[in-house]
């Protein structure tokens, strides 16, 4: 039985502000298709990108991305 895929702490954030994904790449700035890739774990953003977004949600890079020891990411 497959386990549902919980949400990424990145879409939650976005979902409780009001803000679609095109709004928030807009600000970062990055392409949408780049910050969906993020969510859905397609890719790992560079700190810098990560530094970015944070700073744009006003929020820690630990809040979005936290820390998955023996996990794989997202």
């Given at each position: 039985m497959r386990r549902p895929k919980?949400?990424?702490?990145?879409?939650?954030?976005l979902s409780e502000r009001g803000l679609r994904h095109?709004?928030?790449?807009r600000l970062?700035?990055?392409s949408r298709s780049y910050l969906t890739q993020i969510i859905n774990g397609q890719r790992i953003?560079?700190?810098p990108v990560a530094q970015r977004?944070?700073?744009?949600?006003?929020?820690?890079?630990?809040?979005i991305f936290?820390?998955?020891r023996g996990e794989p990411p997202c």
């Amino acid at each position: 039985m497959r386990r549902p895929k919980s949400r990424h702490p990145l879409q939650r954030i976005l979902s409780e502000r009001g803000l679609r994904h095109q709004d928030l790449a807009r600000l970062v700035p990055i392409s949408r298709s780049y910050l969906t890739q993020i969510i859905n774990g397609q890719r790992i953003p560079s700190l810098p990108v990560a530094q970015r977004i944070a700073a744009v949600l006003e929020t820690s890079v630990d809040q979005i991305f936290p820390s998955q020891r023996g996990e794989p990411p997202c």
